[in-house]
């Protein structure tokens, strides 16, 4: 019966680090979509940016071939205003002159907008592009990082099956049955201890009797609230196996 409550305490740290291992198996592909989330975000706006500066182009280019425009016509309406006859003929070319350049003066106006828009497009597209060069290449090497993390986690999850089989083989099978009922009704802790007269897991005190029992370990021992396993100075650490320093509860 002691080797069935080592092995059934044995199996539960295993089956605790499997739980860590499957999570974080899951949880790394979600980490890399969203690094390339942010990622994409990141070009779509370095895109709108790049987009906007060219269209500030564009339209700077239109402006200067409207001023040229409205100059050859200024030209052309002044050596026609040579040939006119009368006043009022004079003065309604003036009138288009003054016009013509009325127009110049707005798309000076504008030009001069543009330029300042332009000036701030162009340095965010610069510091942009430096910070996404470094950002692709952070991205990548998380990426490589998820995936190598990713082998060794199922390599590991892998060697832990191995293992909890090894000791489902060694355990009757009530006794295994019976852990694996309460470790899927009790969020994956089937076995507890008894500390202090109380149950662990739920806090509740034991009754003397029941304890003096549970120390002989001679018979397997539930607790009457929660219904887990509960081991007595058990004869293998949970913080043992676990990875960190062994350290057994002193006897009551």
Known sequence: MLHDIQAAVSMQALDKRALELTREIAMLPKHVAEIER??????????ADKAALAANQRERKTREGEIQTQEQKISKLRDQSLQVKTNDQYRAFQHEIEFCQNEIRKAED???DLMGESETLTANVTVAESALKAERAQVEAEKKVARERTDQDKAALAELEKQREELRISMTSAIYTTYEKLRRTRAGVAITEAVDGRCLACNIAIRLQYLQELKRQDSVQCCE???RILVYNPPVSFEGLTGASASAHPAA
Request: proline residues 0%; charged residues 40%; positive net charge.
């Open 110 to 112: 504008r030009i001069l």
């Open 38 to 47: 942010k990622l994409e975000s990141h070009e779509r706006k370095l895109a």
């Open 225 to 227: 609230n929660c219904g």
